[in-house]
């Protein structure tokens, strides 16, 4: 009795301590990578703006936004690659999954030019930056028409 | 109208008016920007819009020339039934300006035209373009209207393509050089009864621009706050 009690509760310990790692959905993942890039959005709508002269050009927020597009930049791709976010609904090709290393090829050019749009937003020169801002549509344009389903 | 010294009996008749000519020419250079930009994608986005928007003005100025314009441009006089349809399929219509066919085909690209734009004009590229509408509808609204202004663009392309294996058809088939006559306006006479266009005079073209202009600028969403 003693020892079938102690068993049981190392068992039950185990299970409560074992799972360190927090399970994630694929729900969740397909939600994480979507608002991440949304987010992306957001800061490449407001920098366009600039660009276009819609909005007048602020030194300093158009270096902010540069700098949250390169920094959300490294935070989408674990939503592509956690157990099961391949499954579920979205618009992510199987491509993706199928050719993970030219995906994250992909990814890697978006971090070099975004990277180069906070140079040229650190530099104010906004031919520099209307040059490097249409690189990076570019670049986010190059991977959807690979991985993105069109249909919404 | 004639060039002086002509009487009307001449060997040619004046069939398409100035605006009329002006309209398709600026259509196809705006539809073909469009269609490259929409590929391109990206930074020429931005020109997407814009080319938009001018189609957008261009076909409220065909409307409004369909009702006000000269003889052939008038929609009264080429829309005809589906008996006249199969009239000119047997060989036996007889007339000017778009055939029974033809005008089929001309309402078929505006309509497909008029949708195109409609859809683009909220519509978003995920990136960073948004059409100029876009703050008028919801997102998901939005991401509708893009998806169907996607498959929308297969059957404008496709009614294009048609029509210039027309024309191309009337020229090695029939021998009948059609893009001429939308150049300059005059086609051959065929027989006495065919007169050059009347009407569509300054006043009517004053009322089209006018509003083809105010419908760009509706389209432009400048006059969103």
Not at chain 1, 41 to 51: D, F, I, N, T
Not at chain 2, 75 to 93: K, N, T
Request: glycine share 10%; net charge positive.
């Amino acid at each position: 009795m003693k020892r079938c009690a102690s068993v049981t509760t190392t068992l039950l310990l185990g299970l409560a301590f074992s799972s360190a790692a927090m399970a994630v959905t694929t729900e969740d993942a397909i939600k994480y990578r979507k608002s991440v890039m949304a987010a992306q959005q957001w800061h490449m709508l407001a920098m366009g703006a600039m660009v276009k002269g819609d909005t007048p050009y602020d030194k300093a927020d158009f270096e902010r936004r540069a700098e949250s597009v390169a920094h959300l930049n490294k935070m989408f791709m674990e939503g592509f690659t956690v157990a099961g976010a391949d499954k579920g609904e979205s618009r992510a090709k199987p491509e993706v999954w199928a050719t993970m290393e030219k995906f994250k090829g992909g990814a890697e050019k978006l971090g070099v030019e975004s990277a180069k749009l906070v140079q040229a937003a650190q530099s104010g020169d906004m031919k520099a930056i209307k040059t490097q801002y249409g690189d990076v549509q570019g670049v986010c344009k190059g991977c959807h028409d690979s991985f993105q389903r069109k249909e919404r | 109208m004639n060039s002086p010294g002509r009487p009307d009996v001449a060997d040619r008749v004046l069939v398409w008016d100035l605006p009329l000519r002006l309209f398709h020419w600026t259509l196809l250079v705006l539809v073909t920007v469009a269609f490259i930009t929409a590929l391109v994608g990206g930074k020429a986005m931005v020109l997407h819009g814009r080319a938009g928007v001018g189609i957008a003005g261009l076909l409220i100025f065909r409307l409004v020339w369909g009702i006000a314009g000269s003889t052939y441009a008038r929609f009264a006089h080429f829309v005809r039934s589906p008996h006249a349809v199969g009239d000119y399929l047997a060989g036996r219509w007889e007339g000017i300006g778009h055939n029974p066919l033809g005008a089929l085909s001309v309402l078929a690209m505006l309509a497909a035209l008029a949708v195109q734009v409609a859809t683009g004009l909220s519509a978003n590229d995920d990136i960073a373009f948004n059409g100029p509408l876009y703050p008028l509808v919801a997102r998901d609204m939005s991401n509708l209207l893009t998806e169907l202004h996607g498959i929308n663009a297969w059957i404008v392309g496709t009614l294009i393509v048609l029509h210039v294996a027309a024309i191309a058809f009337y020229a090695s088939v029939k021998k009948e050089n059609l893009v001429l006559p939308m150049v300059h306006g005059w086609k051959v006479r065929r027989n006495a009864s065919e007169a050059s266009h009347r009407g569509g005079g300054i006043v009517a073209l004053i009322v089209a621009l006018t509003l083809a202009l105010a419908a760009a600028w509706g389209a432009s969403g400048k006059w969103i706050s």
